[in-house]
């Protein structure tokens, strides 16, 4: 794949538009695919540390998301950032490489930095910390343990 820029897509709908002008020129952005996204399976978040900028452009996203999906490495950088009033510009550089990936199961990933908080996409731009899902995994599981000691007692009850 050759490098192209693009732009960022949503960005007054996000974090982008009150920390864009923070960010240097020349820093990398994680890309993060949101396959779960109602409006487009083939959407690709843009995130700078924990502040979700975005969404690549429809029309870049459908490549980008199958070259994703096929284990291919996708970086971006952010080159331009202009403002007039409300109005907001920018151009992200897209190329193929590693932009902050980690390796995850071995094999790497468009996704989070070991540097920096970890988030895991529960569904489109719900981002849910480890600690509290496993939280909610646990206290799932102890409702269901709850229910079946009850199942089983009234069951016992029944028998004798």
């Known amino acids: 794949m050759n ?3 693009t732009y960022i897509a949503g960005i007054t709908f996000h974090d982008g538009l009150d920390v864009i ?4 020129i020349g820093t990398h952005l994680r890309l993060l695919r949101d396959p779960y996204n109602p409006y487009d399976a083939n959407a690709i978040l843009i995130y700078h540390l924990h502040y979700k900028l975005g969404y690549i ?5 459908d490549r980008l998301a199958r ?8 970086g971006a ?34 996704t989070f930095t070991n540097k920096e908080p970890q988030f895991i996409l529960e569904s489109a731009g719900q981002l849910k910390s ?7 995994q646990n ?22």
């Open 77 to 110: 950088e952010l080159v331009r950032v202009s403002k007039s009033g409300k109005r907001i510009s920018t151009g992200i550089k897209i190329f193929e490489g590693p932009s902050n990936v980690e390796e995850v199961a071995g094999k790497k990933q468009n």
């Open 67 to 74: 070259l994703i999906d096929n284990g291919i490495l996708i």
């Open 139 to 160: 206290k799932a599981n102890g409702c269901l343990g709850l229910i079946l000691l009850l199942i089983i007692t009234f069951a016992a009850f029944l028998v004798s």
């Open 130 to 136: 480890p600690i509290l899902r496993q939280a909610e």
């Open 3 to 5: 490098p192209f820029v």
């Open 21 to 24: 002008e923070s960010i240097p």
């Open 57 to 61: 452009p429809r029309t870049d996203a």
